[in-house]
C-alpha cells in the first residue's frame, strides 16, 4: 500500500470571508478531480468544539482514505462529544 501524505495544509478562520473563499477554492479541486476524501477526528479547538481533518486520496482509493481515517482517530481517541452535545 501507498504511504500517505500531506499536499496541503492550511488553517482557516471560517468566520472571515477571504478565508472562506480560500476554503472553497481547496474544496472545489477535490470535487472537480473526482478525489476520494474522507474526514477524521484529531482533537478540539480552542473553543472546545471538535476539530478533524480531511483526507484526500488518489483517483479510485476511496478505501485507502477510509482505512487511514479509522486509524488515525483510534490513534487520537475517536470522536468525544464536547460538552453539552446531548443537550
Keep these: 500500500p501507498r ?41 478540539f479547538a480552542d473553543s472546545g468544539l471538535p476539530a478533524g481533518i480531511q483526507i484526500i486520496g488518489a483517483a479510485h482509493e476511496d478505501l485507502t482514505t477510509i482505512e487511514f481515517a479509522r486509524g488515525l482517530a483510534i490513534l487520537m481517541g475517536g470522536f468525544v462529544p464536547p460538552p453539552g452535545y446531548d443537550d
Excluded at 8 to 31: D, G
Design 3 to 43: 504511504k500517505p501524505r500531506v499536499v496541503i495544509e492550511r488553517t482557516f478562520n471560517i468566520p472571515s470571508r477571504t478565508n472562506s473563499v480560500i476554503f472553497l477554492r481547496a474544496i472545489m479541486i477535490v470535487v472537480v478531480a473526482e478525489l476520494p476524501a474522507t474526514v477524521a477526528p484529531v482533537g
